[in-house]
């Protein structure tokens, strides 16, 4: 699903293969999304032919392919005379002159969605440095494609005709979304993102708010943690659910609570949700 302001699944690749050859120093990167049961290559760097050009990479099959199933990485120091995988892409690896090659699977959500590639065209020791740098930018790039795929999903939520008044079930899953938008906004770096991500916050947090009610004018500004522990908090979770969800520390979480609940002159929890709703600081 193509999400107005978030980078294409084709453009973060790009991006991740820029950065692996960029990172790791190796002078050839390629890599490619999993299409109708096959990966297919569609983003390279550093290419001296056009060998690497439209593969296809079956799973199981070659280097590649035994990363995507096995969802570990994979390296031939001597592609050429390595007996641990097939030879099915012989014509374009070695085509391309590379001899030492590393496969790093990308795993989103403990699915393999794609495979990241780097080679040099002479046996070079792959250490263990070089390693973590290109398992890291595949981890990155699982995570951008989390957050995109779980925007979409939201976003779709938000946008889908809603029937006004909102009816409990369905203003309780807004809320969720809310919580979730809010989750995924903490690990975008992008500011551009970020305040798209506001942005459908608000409108969550219009849409559940009950008209019968008029909005309670309030000088109250949270911190954006407090608002995330109060969200939180606003579904019924608990003090240790909200750690664990948050990745925060039990009494971290109680500090924010008390903050929110003083900036809000409420003595419980559930007073400064219903505040907070009323303000329209939460949905």
Request: hydrophobic fraction near 45%; aromatic fraction near 4%.
């Amino acid at each position: 699903m193509a999400v107005p302001g978030l980078a294409s699944e084709d453009e973060l690749l790009a991006r991740a293969v820029g950065d692996l050859a960029a990172r790791t120093g190796f002078p050839v990167a390629f890599g490619g999304f999993e299409r109708a049961g096959a990966v297919a290559v569609t983003s390279i760097v550093g290419n001296r032919t056009s060998r690497l050009t439209g593969l296809v990479v079956e799973p199981d099959r070659g280097l590649g392919g035994r990363a995507f199933v096995e969802r570990r990485p994979r390296l031939a120091i001597d592609y050429r005379s390595s007996r641990n995988i097939t030879h099915d892409y012989d014509r374009a690896v070695l085509g391309e002159g590379i001899s030492t090659l590393f496969a790093v699977p990308v795993v989103v959500a403990g699915k393999a969605r794609g495979v990241l590639y780097c080679g040099s065209w002479m046996k070079t020791p792959f250490g263990e440095q070089s390693a973590r740098t290109a398992l890291q930018v595949a981890t990155d790039l699982a995570t951008e494609l989390r957050v995109r795929e779980e925007v979409g999903r939201r976003l779709h939520i938000v946008t889908a005709p809603i029937p006004l008044p909102v009816d409990v079930s369905a203003r309780e899953e807004l809320r969720e979304a809310y919580v979730e938008l809010r989750r995924i906004s903490a690990d975008v770096a992008d500011d551009g993102i970020r305040r798209r991500l506001s942005a459908l916050e608000g409108r969550l947090a219009a849409l559940t708010r009950d008209r019968d009610t008029p909005a309670e004018k309030l000088d109250v500004k949270l911190s954006p943690r407090e608002t995330d522990v109060l969200a939180c908090a606003a579904l019924g979770q608990t003090n240790a659910e909200i750690a664990e969800s948050l990745a925060l520390r039990e009494g971290t979480v109680k500090s924010y609570l008390q903050a929110a609940m003083a900036k809000l002159d409420a003595s419980t929890r559930h007073a400064a949700v219903v505040k907070a709703r009323r303000a329209g600081l939460l949905p």
